[in-house]
């Protein structure tokens, strides 16, 4: 590696040397602020190609993990690049003061982040002189729309609405009884989060699950009720999903519900706790529990093979692990451990949605994204081969201390009205 800081010299003064790292450090910064301009353009093509953009095939469940685990960057730090990018062509002037290295990419990302529509000029020319915080504060000036006056308090009520492949509940109680479910919720939040940070801390990739969510913690809850049902009627049956197969189609639905797509069959199938019922003809023929469910015993064999984590690359997670058949049970796929492994809930669905694949066998695994290429983890980060950006250098914002009491926000252009 070159040292280009120690060629300045012994025999030039400490001042003298000091202004020479400024002046390396102003080339250079004006250098990366260019790359990090041209990171967002190729990141807003990335993204802006339909629906899932470019990188719907890649596996990484967003666009700011995808950045994160190509350039190695932090997550925070790719969510900027991702702000920037999204809201490039509002603005232009920013983002073109980004390519020219005169902004850094902190300074157009708490812009974008937060800035309000219509205010590129205002702060294309603030951000001369503003550090990242100063315009963090300035932003936070901009006037907000008035908030509409809250509706009066709803009675209770749960209403259901199915859609084709998700149904919507729509949950109204009062404050009290809310509150109640709000703490229900929340605890059962807090423990699964405490899970995924002690699985994926410190060593977030793209492959990384998405952290739990109210969703998650909603499910947990749903789960918790079972098994306390369950516990209290000890003689009784744990209440299952029963889903029935055709086993000569093959089709599955839920039990008194609707058709099941391919891809949820062959997922409920793989490892679930769910309870099918084997038919030929409209007849039950069996439940085909013995040969398809993962007894205690392999299932411990298969947590010290893998180790008791996804096998998925860059995944981490340890916990809700689904045995999944690599050659599927539906196809003549035996459970047993060479056609087993560990995958923890959302790789498993990616898998069946057939965003990624997981094939070979049990020991010598590849998993691929849609379009074939092995999943690992590393950065795509190499040894330059092109000269960098010729961009001035960046002086940086001025630091100066901000007297707020003269500066004037941002205002949004008044909508034009009809009367
Ligand atoms: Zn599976
Ligand atoms: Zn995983």
């Given at each position: 590696?070159?040292?280009a800081?120690?060629?300045?010299?012994?025999?030039?003064?400490?001042?003298?040397?000091?202004?020479?790292?400024?002046?390396?450090?102003?080339?250079?910064?004006?250098?990366?602020?260019?790359?990090?301009?041209?990171?967002?353009?190729?990141?807003?093509?990335?993204?802006?190609?339909?629906?899932?953009?470019?990188?719907?095939?890649?596996?990484?469940?967003?666009?700011?993990?995808?950045?994160?685990?190509?350039?190695?960057?932090?997550?925070?730090?790719?969510?900027?690049?991702?702000?920037?990018?999204?809201?490039?062509?509002?603005?232009?002037q920013?983002?073109?003061?980004?390519?020219?290295?005169?902004?850094?990419?902190?300074?157009?990302?708490?812009?974008?982040?937060?800035?309000?529509?219509?205010?590129?000029?205002h702060?294309?020319?603030?951000?001369?002189s503003?550090?990242?915080?100063?315009?963090?504060?300035?932003?936070?000036?901009e006037?907000?729309?008035?908030?509409?006056?809250?509706?009066?308090?709803?009675?209770?009520?749960?209403?259901?609405?199915?859609?084709?492949?998700?149904?919507?509940?729509?949950?109204?109680?009062?404050?009290?009884d809310?509150?109640?479910?709000?703490?229900?919720?929340?605890?059962?939040?807090?423990a699964?989060?405490a899970?995924?940070?002690r699985?994926?801390?410190?060593?977030?990739?793209?492959?990384?699950?998405?952290?739990?969510?109210?969703?998650?913690?909603?499910?947990?809850?749903?789960?918790?009720g079972?098994?306390?049902?369950?516990?209290?009627?000890?003689?009784?049956?744990?209440?299952?999903?029963?889903?029935?197969?055709?086993?000569?189609?093959?089709?599955?639905?839920?039990?008194?519900?609707?058709?099941?797509s391919?891809?949820?069959?062959?997922?409920?199938?793989?490892?679930?706790?769910?309870?099918?019922?084997?038919?030929?003809?409209?007849?039950?023929?069996?439940?085909g529990?013995?040969?398809?469910?993962?007894?205690?015993?392999?299932?411990?064999?298969?947590?010290?093979?893998?180790?008791?984590?996804?096998?998925v690359?860059?995944?981490?997670?340890?916990?809700?692990?689904?045995?999944?058949?690599?050659?599927?049970?539906?196809?003549?796929?035996?459970?047993?451990?060479?056609?087993?492994?560990?995958?923890?809930?959302?790789?498993?669905?990616?898998?069946?949605?057939?965003?990624?694949?997981?094939?070979?066998?049990?020991?010598?695994?590849?998993?691929?994204?849609?379009?074939?290429?092995?999943?690992t983890n590393?950065?795509?980060?190499?040894?330059?081969?092109?000269?960098?950006?010729?961009?001035?250098?960046?002086?940086?914002?001025?630091?100066?201390?901000?007297?707020?009491?003269?500066?004037?926000p941002?205002?949004?252009?008044?909508?034009?009205?009809?009367?």
């Open positions: 590696m070159s040292t800081a120690a060629s300045y010299g012994p025999d030039l003064s400490r001042g003298e040397r000091l202004d020479a790292l400024f002046a390396e450090l102003a080339e250079i910064t004006g250098q990366r602020n260019a790359l990090d301009g041209r990171i967002v353009d190729i990141v807003a093509e990335i993204d802006g190609d339909g629906v899932y953009g470019l990188w719907g095939n890649t596996g990484c469940r967003s666009i700011a993990a995808l950045v994160a685990w190509k350039t190695g960057c932090s997550p925070r730090n790719a969510e900027t690049v991702v702000a920037v990018a999204k809201r490039a062509s509002e603005f232009p920013c983002t073109d003061a980004l390519r020219e290295g005169r902004l850094s990419l902190d300074q157009v990302g708490a812009i974008a982040e937060n800035a309000g529509d219509g205010s590129d000029a702060y294309a020319h603030l951000a001369r503003a550090t990242v915080t100063q315009l963090r504060t300035a932003i936070s000036l006037s907000t729309p008035d908030k509409p006056t809250p509706k009066p308090e709803p009675t209770r009520s749960v209403t259901k609405s199915e859609h084709g492949d998700h149904t919507t509940w729509k949950i109204t109680l009062p404050k009290l809310a509150a109640r479910f709000d703490a229900a919720l929340g605890s059962h939040r807090d699964l989060i899970d995924w940070k699985d994926h801390a410190d060593r977030e990739t793209g492959q990384t699950p998405p952290m739990p969510t109210t969703v998650d913690a909603f499910m947990s809850l749903v789960d918790a079972w098994d306390a049902d369950a516990a209290a009627r000890p003689h009784g049956q744990r209440t299952t999903v029963v889903a029935h197969l055709d086993v000569d189609k093959p089709a599955a639905s839920l039990h008194l519900g609707p058709l099941l391919d891809e949820e069959r062959r997922y409920l199938l793989c490892d679930a706790t769910c309870e099918v019922w084997f038919e030929r003809q409209g007849r039950v023929i069996g439940t529990r013995a040969t398809r469910t993962v007894n205690r015993r392999l299932r411990r064999a298969l947590e010290h093979r893998d180790r008791g984590t996804c096998v690359p860059g995944c981490h997670a340890t916990r809700g692990l689904q045995a999944h058949h690599i050659v599927h049970w539906e196809d003549g796929g035996p459970t047993d451990l060479d056609n087993l492994v560990l995958v923890c809930p959302y790789h498993h669905r990616l898998h069946h949605r057939g965003v990624i694949t997981i094939g070979g066998d049990a020991r010598h695994l590849t998993v691929t994204d849609r379009r074939g290429r092995p999943m590393a950065s795509l980060a190499r040894p330059p081969t092109t000269p960098p950006p010729a961009v001035a250098p960046y002086k940086g914002p001025t630091g100066e201390r901000a007297h707020w009491w003269w500066y004037d941002f205002k949004p252009n008044p909508p034009p009205t009809t009367n």
